[in-house]
């Protein structure tokens, strides 16, 4: 018999907070949402961050009321494992691009690569890949390269570090690195490729960090589909009171909490707000529910205006 802690299978259909995917490699982010749609009988699904068909790993999914928390789980550091093809360079800077150059690789030597690769730790100004999501006046940057159109390709700050050597052979090298949000690790390759003579393309990638969660947290569609049929929680389900914990919090009760879902901010409240808040280190601070646990909302300061509700969640 089935005790009452356990959720039911609508229960885990009614699911809010984030789902963390295992994502395979040969389908887009779109299909990923697509199938959590169908399993989990919801329209409200959303991802923290595309990656690509041939990519794998990694992708922190949002559902329903998470949805709601898109903004704040983008904003995190990326952590990637990346291997390159020496001798080749495409025009979208991975293997499943048009060729535009290939070299002869000649012998690999692992003192220069190591070196060349450390080089480009840190952050830099470099062109983003002409085969990305960019918009240039409301026209996606791949858009304008699929119609062979010209436009001038935007620069942008990436940063990378806690590049790690993981192995490599006659024409091939594999690395985990982590890097900002929106830095591309197609154009760190390129780069990499360019200073070791023979150019690279971006020919396997998985995702094994989107902060604060690591892969090993996540699961296959396949393991959450059979935990949404048996009425299980699976550890890649990550409710939304757990979801930010980067974020300090407060929990009420009482008046100050139904004063909050009315999206006013008590006395009591502001008042701990004021001692919890410290400008230099914090944008948001989490208010939970002192009887349930949920998060009821993210509070932020803003200048001129002092505390005010920046996302009220309703369930």
């Keep these: 018999m089935m005790s009452r802690n356990t959720p039911t299978e609508s229960e885990?259909?009614?699911?809010?907070?984030?789902?963390?995917?295992?994502?395979?490699s040969g389908i887009s982010s779109h299909d990923v949402v697509a199938r959590l749609r169908r399993i989990l009988g919801t329209r409200s699904v959303g991802h923290s961050g595309t990656l690509d068909p041939m990519a794998s790993g990694l992708m922190a999914c949002l559902i329903n009321e998470g949805t709601k928390l898109s903004q704040?789980?983008?904003?995190?550091?990326?952590?990637?494992?990346v291997r390159m093809q020496f001798g080749v360079r495409t025009d979208t800077l991975d293997t499943t691009g048009e060729v535009l150059e290939t070299?002869?690789?000649g012998k690999l030597e692992k003192e220069m690569l190591l070196?060349?690769?450390f080089k480009l730790s840190g952050e830099m100004e470099v062109e983003v890949p002409i085969y990305s999501a960019i918009k240039i006046q409301g026209k996606k940057l791949y858009e304008y390269a699929r119609e062979e159109k010209e436009v001038v390709i935007p620069k942008k700050v990436m940063n990378f570090w806690d590049i790690e050597f993981l192995g490599m052979g006659e024409d091939w090298a594999e690395f985990n690195l982590r890097c900002s949000k929106g830095s591309y690790i197609r154009t760190w390759v390129?780069?990499?490729?360019?200073?070791?003579?023979?150019?690279?393309?971006?020919?396997?990638l998985r995702r094994t960090y989107s902060a604060p969660y690591v892969l090993e947290q996540a699961q296959t569609l396949e393991l959450i589909e059979d935990c949404v049929k048996k009425g299980t929680f699976g550890p890649a389900f990550v409710s939304m009171e757990v979801s930010l914990?980067?974020?300090?919090?407060?929990?009420?009760?009482?008046?100050?909490?139904?004063?909050?879902?009315?999206?006013?901010?008590?006395?009591?409240l502001r008042a701990q707000?004021?001692?919890l808040f410290?400008?230099?280190?914090?944008?948001?601070?989490?208010?939970?529910?002192?009887?349930?646990?949920?998060?009821?909302?993210?509070?932020?300061?803003?200048?001129?205006?002092?505390?005010?509700?920046?996302?009220?969640?309703?369930?």
């Design 12 to 24: 885990c259909k009614l699911f809010n907070g984030l789902l963390l995917v295992d994502k395979p």
């Design 72 to 81: 704040y789980i983008l904003e995190g550091d990326k952590g990637y494992r």
């Design 103 to 105: 070299k002869p690789v």
């Design 115 to 117: 070196h060349e690769a």
């Design 190 to 204: 390129d780069l990499l490729g360019q200073a070791m003579g023979p150019g690279a393309a971006m020919s396997a």
């Design 245 to 268: 914990p980067q974020i300090k919090r407060i929990r009420v009760k009482g008046q100050d909490q139904v004063l909050l879902g009315n999206g006013q901010i008590s006395h009591d």
């Design 273 to 275: 707000l004021i001692s």
């Design 278 to 315: 410290k400008p230099d280190e914090d944008q948001y601070i989490q208010i939970l529910a002192q009887d349930s646990g949920k998060l009821l909302a993210l509070i932020g300061l803003e200048s001129g205006r002092g505390f005010v509700l920046k996302r009220v969640f309703k369930y």
